[in-house]
């Protein structure tokens, strides 16, 4: 069974800083996930990654595959960024989704 | 196709009574999934379909938990003899294969027993 980490867990932040949120897991995978959660608890996915870096407007992924991280950077962050952001990998036998607990992110105006 | 789509939204019952809940996905995805999310914790799978076909179960679905997806559409979970633990809320997601192109995610079903 996969183990997925996060960190940190809570994070607050002044508006436009630089952002970072890590991911590590404990069996190898197949694909990873980013995924963001607003109150209410709809989920939205940002990323979904095997290798190497994507980018998305001012969001940025990477992944070393080799020694299971992944990061997901915000750039020039705005209080709209505030959300849960979750990290979710599959692989490591299973076919669903293994989710971390999520990084709580508060960016201040 | 506006997206994967969960009915109700929330649902309150009391103990012991039973609730069913839908999961519309995407009309061309044919993998279906059910997670459980409690509050502070990040999701845990339960169970997911292929079409009509039911291949993976959690052992966090207990015999009370049955899920269908009788024509390979639209599925169903229902719990009976709901119990104070299985407050939670239910998401829904759906793939076009095993992943390949990222899941899409239904906005869930808030579950609360009292």
């Known amino acids: 069974k996969n183990e997925v980490e996060q960190s940190p867990q809570n994070l607050t932040a002044q508006e436009g800083e630089f952002i970072t949120i890590n991911c590590s897991y404990s069996?190898?995978?197949?694909?990873l996930h980013w995924l963001q959660q607003h109150p209410g608890g709809g989920i939205v996915s940002l990323f979904m990654?095997?290798?190497g870096k994507k980018k998305h407007g001012r969001l940025i992924a990477t992944i070393n595959i080799q020694e299971k991280h992944s990061s997901l950077h915000i750039t020039a962050s705005h209080p709209r960024d505030s959300a849960v952001y979750i990290c979710?990998?599959?692989?490591?036998?299973?076919?669903?989704?293994?989710f971390g607990k999520g990084t709580h992110l508060i960016i201040q105006p | 196709d506006t997206g994967v789509s969960q009915n109700p939204r929330h649902k309150i019952t009391k103990r012991g009574q039973n609730v069913t809940f839908r999961c519309d996905p995407i009309s061309e995805h044919n993998r279906l999934y059910w997670y459980r999310q409690t509050l502070g914790q990040g999701p845990e799978f339960l169970t997911y379909?292929?079409?009509?076909?039911?291949?993976?179960k959690s052992r966090l679905l207990s015999d009370r938990f049955s899920a269908e997806r009788p024509k390979g559409s639209f599925s169903t979970l229902e719990i009976q003899r709901t119990e104070q633990g299985d407050s939670a809320m239910y998401l829904c997601?759906?793939?076009?294969?095993?992943?390949?192109?990222?899941?899409?995610f239904g906005s869930g079903t808030r579950l609360t027993v009292v």
């Open positions: 979710a990998v599959r692989g490591g036998g299973a076919d669903g989704l293994t």
């Open positions: 990654l095997s290798s």
């Open positions: 069996v190898g995978i197949s694909a």
């Open positions: 997601a759906s793939s076009l294969r095993a992943g390949g192109n990222g899941y899409t």
């Open positions: 379909f292929q079409n009509e076909a039911q291949l993976e």
